[in-house]
Antibody, heavy 127, light 113 residues
Framework: QVHLVESGGGVVQPGGSLRLSCAAS????????MHWVRQAPGKGLEWVAF????????NYADSVQGRFTISRDNSKNTLYLQMNSLRAEDTAIYFC????????????????????WGQGTLVTVSS | DIVMTQSPDSLAVSLGERATIDCKSS????????????LAWYQHKPGQPPKLLIY???TRESGVPDRFSGSGSGTDFTLTISSLQAEDVAVYYC?????????FGQGTKVEIK
C-alpha cells in the first residue's frame, strides 16, 4: 500500500525557516511527480508546489515563489519542501501527494491529479 | 490562473437523498488533443488527507462507491452523490489540472439534514 509520511512541521517565528520531508514507500518514487498542498486553518486546499519525477522541473504557487523550494532525493524516496522567510499566512497543514500516473509532464507541469496523500504536518508561524 | 468556483458553499441533504455540487472553471479544461477534461473531485474529511474520487471529470477512482458520479465538459461540471450516506459528510473540492498552477474550488461542505 502506498505510504506517504510528512515530518518537519512545527512552530517558527515570522521570517524563520523550516524544511519539511515526505518519506514515500510502496511505489516507484522516482517515476512519479510529487506535490505539496496546504490547508490553512478554516480554509480550503491550496496547491503549493510540484516537482517532476526526475527533479528536472519545478513549479510554485505565486504565494510561495522565491521563498519555498521543492526538491527530491530519489535514492532516499524522499520529497522535501524548504520554506524560508515564513509569514503568518503560511500557517497550515502541509500535505505531500503523488501524481496518479507515472512519468507525467504536460504543459510545463503535472498531467494528473493526486491519488495518494500523506496525513499532513502542521506548520505554525507565530511570534 | 484558472479560477474554479463551486456552488453551493454548503448543503444539507437527507440520508438517502441526492446531493449535487456544481463547479465552474474560468476557462475550458478540455484538452482537444486527447478530448479529456482535466478536472478532478476530492472528498476531504476532518483529520484525514483528501481522497481522490473522480478524475477526467467522470472517471471514478478505484474503490470509490458508484453512488459518486461526475459529469460535465469544458467549463461546467457536476459531482452527484446519488444516495447520501452518513459517511459522505465531508468537504468536496473540484480541481483543474489542465494548466499550472493546478487550482481548487473553494470547497462545498455536505451535511446531513
Amino acid at each position: 500500500q502506498v505510504h506517504l509520511v510528512e515530518s518537519g512541521g512545527g512552530v517558527v517565528q515570522p521570517g524563520g525557516s523550516l524544511r519539511l520531508s515526505c518519506a514515500a514507500s510502496a511505489f516507484t518514487f522516482s517515476s512519479y511527480g510529487m506535490h505539496w498542498v496546504r490547508q490553512a486553518p478554516g480554509k480550503g486546499l491550496e496547491w503549493v508546489a510540484f516537482i517532476r519525477f526526475d527533479g528536472s522541473n519545478k513549479n510554485y504557487a505565486d504565494s510561495v515563489q522565491g521563498r519555498f523550494t521543492i526538491s527530491r532525493d530519489n535514492s532516499k524516496n524522499t520529497l522535501y519542501l524548504q520554506m524560508n522567510s515564513l509569514r503568518a499566512e503560511d500557517t497550515a497543514i502541509y500535505f505531500c501527494a503523488k501524481d496518479r500516473l507515472p512519468l507525467g509532464y504536460c504543459n510545463g507541469g503535472s498531467c494528473y491529479p493526486a491519488d495518494y496523500w500523506g496525513q499532513g504536518t502542521l506548520v505554525t508561524v507565530s511570534s | 490562473d484558472i479560477v474554479m468556483t463551486q456552488s453551493p458553499d454548503s448543503l444539507a441533504v437527507s440520508l438517502g437523498e441526492r446531493a449535487t455540487i456544481d463547479c465552474k472553471s474560468s476557462q475550458s479544461v478540455l484538452y482537444s488533443s486527447d478530448n479529456k477534461n482535466y478536472l478532478a473531485w476530492y472528498q476531504h474529511k476532518p483529520g484525514q488527507p483528501p481522497k481522490l474520487l473522480i478524475y477526467w471529470a467522470s472517471t471514478r477512482e478505484s474503490g470509490v462507491p458508484d453512488r459518486f458520479s461526475g459529469s460535465g465538459s469544458g467549463t461546467d461540471f457536476t459531482l452527484t452523490i446519488s444516495s447520501l450516506q452518513a459517511e459522505d459528510v465531508a468537504v468536496y473540492y473540484c480541481q483543474q489540472f489542465y494548466i499550472t498552477p493546478p487550482t481548487f474550488g473553494q470547497g462545498t461542505k455536505v451535511e446531513i439534514k
